[in-house]
């Protein structure tokens, strides 16, 4: 237990690297922690490096497993299985299988020609750009395991929810029918070495982190404001965990906005710590993440308004149970 | 009758980069070619694609979910016209 928390802390807390750069802030900068000023640079400093850090290995880590997983392979395998198994199998392959947002229409298009229903290819859109392995790591880093797998199961329920309620409701006439007249392209599947798959990673990490090296910039920057800068009183004011409008204020800010995961998570630390509830900053994260105002719209070009509008409902629904759900039950995992 | 290559994809960065070192592919080859972007889903499924980007050449699919390196690019070009 003790080797655990010890790897847990030097790896995933990287409370060496905290340590570092506190006495590079104190005895170089020679600024005082406490303070201010030495209080945000040591947050930003510590915060990026650590992010960038985290960011590149689990990226190279994950990325690895993922190639193990295209599309291709992923609608094989989730060709075989029916009902609510499948829609679970959806979701689980969803947080692994290589994806970059603007492939998910090409992907719904796919799934859906090779027979597949679509509640089975929503519970894989939506577990996709929710529970990310990486992210999923980072919140085990920034907070603790206990939130970690709390995030990756409530995560995973609400896509299976999600797409199950959407086959029940017989939603496949809502899809657009050009969807549904394609041929199935079985590439082949090269197989790839060590070496193949080795330098695919080394692209993933290079390509993510050109990517989103700037909303990780931002992201601590904010979150080094609201650590140092902003009053505890504004914040808890507009989203203490006892204001219960906190979490719908939470999702519909979030719902709208892209961002990337890895700018949210240097906000959403700094936003707990000045007791903001844990559930309020899940529910934020989660709608900046799975739903976007540009996925949206292009979600628009093959499926119709009202399955859109079932989704989307569903979906923001669904983070505010479980934003009101965590407010109420986090004290017991933090 | 002159290659025609097709760049399947909604348009964002990675579309862009697969067209460059398309060009580029294609200017190092000394050879010519009509590149054209394809943007909509409608016609981009007809494909059979499950990834963007794609590249498809004389309507063949040698790519897809990959932003393919020059290189990359001018191997597949010339086992096709072999």
Known sequence: MFVFEWLNDQLLKMTWLSDLIRLLVQNVFGLDITQRLGGSIHFFLYDTIKIFILLSVLIFVISYIQSFFPPERTRKILGRYKGIWANLLGALLGTITPFCSCSSIPLFIGFTNAGLPIGVTFSFLISSPLVDLASVLLLASIFNWKVAVSYVVVGVVLAVTAGTIISRLKMEKYVEPFVFSNKVLDVEQASLTVKDRASFSLEQVLGIVKKVWLYVLIGVGIGAAIHNWIPQDIISAVLGADKWYSVLLATFVGVPMYADIFGTLPIAEALVAKGVGLGTVLSFMMAVTALSLPSIIMLKKVVKSRLLLTFVGIITIGIMIIGYAFNAFGSFLL | ?82
Do not use: F
């Open chain 2, 1 to 82: 009758m002159q290659m025609i290559i097709k760049i399947l994809g909604p348009g964002c960065k990675n579309c862009a980069s697969l067209t460059e070192n398309t060009k580029e592919a294609l200017s190092e080859l000394n050879m010519e070619a009509e590149i054209v972007k394809i943007t909509d889903y409608e016609q981009m499924a007809a494909y059979g694609i499950m990834s963007t980007p794609a590249l498809v050449i004389d309507e063949k699919v040698v790519s897809s979910g990959k932003v393919l390196k020059t290189k990359e690019i001018i191997k597949m070009i010339e086992r096709l016209v072999q």
